[in-house]
Nanobody
């Protein structure tokens, strides 16, 4: 069974940093995409960042570009989201997601569409206070 385990969430002051981790297990694929999404109460789930094509390609939402960095440890099947300069509007539940197999040409779906992904973690809460 595929399993995604998230960690690293917490509460920080505005301007602080957090590092989220997502460890994936239970699958073997030469082509996969891993993404980060977030959902605030009363709002739809939105794409935050993604990494694909063996880590060669990344995506960032405009709202986090320059502040967040997504990376991947292929040996551990783990994806990370380094979040710096956090703002109160970053407060949300953050989810990691896995798509296997993943077609790298489907960039819109990788970046923006939760429905494109096969598997999801349970989510980790990030709260940023002003």
């Amino acid at each position: 069974q595929v399993q995604l385990v998230e960690s690293g969430g917490g509460s920080v002051q505005a301007g602080g940093s957090l590092r989220l981790s997502c460890a994936a297990s239970g699958y073997s694929s030469r082509r996969d995409c891993m993404g980060w999404f977030r959902q605030a109460p009363g709002k739809e789930r939105e794409g935050v960042a993604a990494i694909y094509a063996g880590g060669g390609n990344t995506y960032y939402a405009d709202s986090v570009k320059g502040r967040f960095t997504v990376s991947q440890d292929n040996a551990k099947n783990t994806v990370y989201l380094q979040m710096n300069s956090l703002k109160p509007e970053d407060t949300a539940t953050y989810y990691c997601a896995l798509k296997v197999p993943c077609v790298s040409g489907s960039r819109y779906f990788i970046a923006e569409s939760p429905a494109y992904y096969n598997y999801w973690g349970q989510g980790t809460q990030v709260t940023v206070s002003s």
